[in-house]
């Protein structure tokens, strides 16, 4: 299981389940005070133990046409590269956003963070 909160951005992307909508808390920075932010927890047996998390820089990422690089897109580079190991995953997901933009400018910061969960026992 996973517990995870969300800061005024995007849900995760998951191995088996894609794009997974978590409960949004306040922006980070927004509000001083907050007694606790919301949780939402996951079965990592129904969504898939590798995923994605990433912030608006990534899916609000425009090409030189006008177009954001957006959720579909992102969904789709995680699972065309999914089965690579996880840096190189993460190093092609990086290289079809360039692609994308091309000479476009980069007007926000952009991370992405991959995890992959194994058995231990394994």
Do not use: Y
Request: charged share 30%; aromatic share 8%; net charge negative.
């Amino acid at each position: 299981r996973l517990t995870c909160s969300n800061f005024g951005h995007h849900g995760p992307i998951f191995s088996r389940s894609g794009l997974v909508r978590v409960e949004n808390g306040p922006p980070v920075g927004l509000v001083e005070e907050l007694e606790r932010w919301p949780e939402s927890e996951l079965d990592l047996a129904e969504h898939g133990t590798r995923f994605l998390v990433f912030s608006d820089g990534i899916t609000e990422q425009f090409n030189p046409e006008g177009e954001m690089f957006g959720d579909d897109r992102l969904v789709r580079a995680f699972r065309r590269h999914l089965e690579r190991p996880l840096a190189d995953m993460v190093d092609r997901i990086v290289e079809d956003l360039n692609g994308f933009r091309g000479p476009a400018l980069v007007k926000d910061d952009q991370t992405l963070l991959a995890l992959d969960f194994v058995d231990a026992g394994a």
